[in-house]
């Protein structure tokens, strides 16, 4: 079958902006994409740049854009981008430096993770605990695969945060925190440090739970997962005071008082005593007040809150081992 290919071209040579190249081809049964652009770099245009190496979705170094969405292009099967597509375009990773064709600077990906120590602490780490208990698929030490990864970036350039705040730590740094504090060898201190940096901007509280790290990731590591955990073990550990903190334990605050959710008093519980900050959500409460966004605090309860609360208190019971 003859096929038309769209690959995003770029060499800061003689380039000024990317731009799109159409390279028709004779495609096997069978290919995937990177086979296709290993044939248009042999056969076709041997100026063309990408980068490969295992061809097995182990090495993560052949992670592009297809069709709109970050995958490995060794695993990446032709026919069905085609069948689901009708097209195949091929592009380098977003929010990530261009620097020839399909080839990015994983420079700023590699940043991210040293900024968050990958390593234990060899001055603070406790001896080696014995293999029964630091057995990663055991019930509560399991690191929940986010070893897995392959350090692919394709995480980072799916999230929809890195795209307005460069500076966000990004998916697959947090979830290496998150495998850290999985690790009974490292000493609550240093966990606890680990969470107290990771409170502050662009930081585990700026992400937006898009999922999108979780559908494009080739190792199944849910980086929005680990995201998760890592903020319930700061809330375990007291660090509360930020705003997306605040925003949580105060939402279970209002649902346990009233049953269901205040919109007048949930963006108090997130601004706190600030009063700057309360004189700019003024004129939101006023627009809500208008707009019947405020309940009557003088309607009587809502049916069940008795059996709401009850869960609350369930909940908060110490689990019997």
């Known amino acids: 079958m003859r096929l038309s290919i769209t690959l995003q071209r770029f060499n800061p040579e003689q380039d000024a902006t990317p731009h799109d190249e159409e390279v028709r081809l004779d495609v096997r049964r069978g290919s995937t994409v990177l086979d296709l652009l290993i044939r248009i770099k042999n056969e076709v245009d041997g100026s063309l740049a990408l980068r490969y190496s295992c061809r097995s979705a182990i ?129 609550e201190k240093l966990k606890r440090a680990r969470l107290a940096v990771l409170q502050e901007a662009n930081g585990m509280w700026d992400c937006t739970r898009c999922n999108y790290c979780v559908e494009v990731c080739p190792k199944d590591v849910q980086p929005m997962e680990a995201i998760i955990r890592l903020r319930r073990a700061a809330l375990d550990r007291g660090l509360a ?42 004129p939101l409460g006023i627009r809500m007040l208008f707009k019947g966004k405020v309940p009557n605090p003088f309607a009587h309860r809502i049916p069940g809150l008795a059996q709401v609360r009850a869960i609350f208190r369930r909940a908060r019971r110490p689990t019997r081992l």
């Open 59 to 187: 090495c993560g170094s052949c992670a592009m854009s297809i069709n709109g969405g970050e995958k490995l292009a060794c695993r990446t099967s032709v026919r069905k981008e085609l069948e689901r597509h009708g097209r195949l375009r091929i592009a380098p990773l977003d929010h990530l430096p261009v620097i020839k064709d399909l080839v990015v600077d994983m420079r700023p990906f590699w940043g991210k993770i040293r900024d968050i120590t990958p390593w234990l602490s060899t001055s603070m780490a406790v001896p080696i605990v014995r293999a029964e208990t630091h057995n990663p698929g055991s019930t509560g030490s399991g690191y929940h695969n986010v070893d897995a990864c392959i350090m692919c970036g394709a995480c980072v350039a799916a999230c929809t945060v890195q795209e307005v705040s460069p500076g966000f730590a990004g998916p697959a740094a947090l979830a290496k925190v998150d495998r850290f504090l999985s690790d009974p060898r490292e000493p």
């Open 241 to 282: 005071s930020t705003g997306g903190a605040r925003h949580i334990t105060g939402f279970v605050s209002i649902i346990e008082q009233q049953g269901r959710l205040n919109e007048a008093i949930m963006p108090l519980k997130v601004v706190g005593f600030d009063m700057s900050r309360f004189l700019r959500i003024l």
